[in-house]
């Protein structure tokens, strides 16, 4: 077992040591739910603009392509719009995984939950990222910017990302009825 700090880390020791690796089980702090080379796909409205930018930049520190669907500016727009946006790219299999951020996350994970196949979560805190992800293999985050300082929101983003889904088979029973109900 080989420990490393950083996606750098292991990257430059699979190029040196092991270059033909056609697989790579990765259990490294900050990328155990999110694969190496995960895109993820973002999206804001007019409330959540700054903050959406702060989580870009961090998405982007920890090597994970990011597509940004807008908004692109603070000017008032309809958070609808953009959850529709995002929310079609992941029910077309182009992304896994989304993040929407407006000024409470209210709204934009409403609209997000109106699209088949889409399981938005609104998170506040670690424990609500962490037990959706786990239990309800939620495949969109919502948070609100009004309502979440920078420090704690990318705190819940990491989590969200860096906690796989159980596949037990009650939570998939669960997730099921969900989906029947679409």
């Known amino acids: 077992v080989v420990g490393f700090s950083n996606c750098d880390e292991a990257l430059d020791w699979i190029e040196i040591n092991s270059p033909d690796v056609a697989f790579l ?3 490294m ?4 739910g999110i694969a190496l080379a ?12 700054e903050l959406k930018k702060e989580v870009i930049a961090h998405l982007e520190k920890r090597g994970i392509e990011v597509t940004d669907v807008g908004t692109s500016s603070t000017e008032s727009c309809n958070y609808p719009d953009y959850a529709r946006a995002l929310c079609k ?11 929407l951020v407006c000024g409470t ?7 997000a939950n109106k699209v088949k196949g889409i399981r938005c979560a609104l ?16 495949n969109m985050l919502a948070f609100g910017a009004r309502v979440l300082g920078a420090g704690t929101a990318l705190k819940i983003v990491d989590t969200f990302l860096d906690t796989p889904f159980s596949n037990d088979e009650r939570h998939m029973r669960r997730i099921a009825k969900i989906e029947k109900g679409e």
């Open 25 to 27: 089980d990765i259990n």
């Open 29 to 32: 702090r900050g990328i155990n």
């Open 38 to 49: 995960e895109k993820l796909i973002i999206g804001s409205d007019h409330g959540g603009f």
């Open 89 to 99: 790219r992941i029910q077309s299999g182009e992304f896994e995984r989304g993040i």
């Open 105 to 111: 996350g209210i709204g934009i994970s409403i609209a």
């Open 123 to 138: 998170c506040s805190d670690t424990f609500s990222a962490h037990a959706t992800r786990e239990h309800n293999d939620a």
